[in-house]
């Protein structure tokens, strides 16, 4: 079965790094787009990047510069890797699998991983 299970979310402070993986199984990576998305407390999840299986990158305008998507298929792994973080990125960071090659919004995604979670810090 389809699963995908997200590490590297931790404790950084307001202006680090950290770079979040999520490893894919039970499915043909290279065949899907990948995405991240996020979730604030009290706020409705949102779209952070996805990847198409070509390597087409999207990213929201809010991470744009700052965040860097990549995927590994020799490893059916996704990266999220966070620059410059800021308070207001503080959420639970899920990884989604896309039903097809490229999704345009998130009823297109079909497969969610449990999430990890990021905390910046002033």
């Known amino acids: 079965q389809v699963q995908l299970a997200e590490s590297g979310g931790g404790l950084v402070q307001a202006g680090g790094s950290l770079r979040l993986a999520c490893a894919a199984s039970g499915f043909t990576f290279t065949s899907k787009g990948m995405g991240w998305y996020r979730q604030a407390p009290g706020k409705e999840r949102e779209f952070v990047a996805q990847i198409s299986k070509d390597g087409v990158k999207d990213y929201a305008d809010s991470v744009k510069g700052r965040f860097t998507i990549s995927r590994d298929n020799g490893k059916n792994t996704v990266y999220l890797q966070m620059n410059s973080l800021e308070r207001e990125d503080t959420a639970v960071y899920y990884c989604?699998?896309?039903?097809?090659?490229?999704?345009?919004?998130?009823?297109?995604?079909?497969?969610w991983g449990q999430g990890t979670q990021v905390t910046v810090s002033s």
């Open positions: 989604a699998r896309c039903s097809g090659s490229i999704c345009y919004g998130p009823y297109e995604f079909d497969y």
